[in-house]
């Protein structure tokens, strides 16, 4: 069973910081890409990055180039986003989810979610 745990969030001033991380098991985790998504307060779901398999290419749209870095640690089955310069339009609950930004609504396998709130 596909177990994806996100951890990290929380309230951040704009321009502030935050690390978010996603323990993934039940599955082979370096055999597959892997992609956060978002999702806004009365909005649908957003993808915001991928990364590959060896981690040899990411993506990431176009709203959060620049400000978010993702990675991965296939030794640790751990997913990583680094989020600096954090915009009020940024605030979502945040999830890792199985596969890139062209199949990750196929596999439907994401975690509970890490709410992260940008605010003054």
């Known amino acids: 069973e596909v177990q994806l745990v996100e951890s990290g969030g929380g309230l951040v001033q704009p321009g502030g910081s935050l690390r978010l991380s996603c323990a993934a098991s039940?599955?082979?985790?370096?055999?597959?890409?892997m992609s956060w998504v978002r999702q806004a307060p009365g909005k649908g779901l957003e993808w915001v990055s991928d990364?590959?398999?060896?981690?040899?290419?990411?993506r990431y749209t176009d709203s959060v180039k620049g400000r978010f870095t993702i990675s991965r640690d296939n030794a640790k089955n751990t997913l990583y986003l680094q989020m600096s310069s954090l915009k009020p339009e940024d605030t979502a609950v945040y999830y890792c989810?199985?596969?890139?930004?062209?199949?990750?609504?196929?596999?439907?396998?994401w975690g509970q979610g890490t709410r992260v709130t940008v605010s003054s």
């Open positions: 990364m590959t398999t060896g981690s040899s290419s990411t």
């Open positions: 039940g599955f082979s985790f370096s055999s597959y890409a």
């Open positions: 989810a199985l596969g890139d930004a062209d199949n990750w609504r196929r596999f439907n396998s």
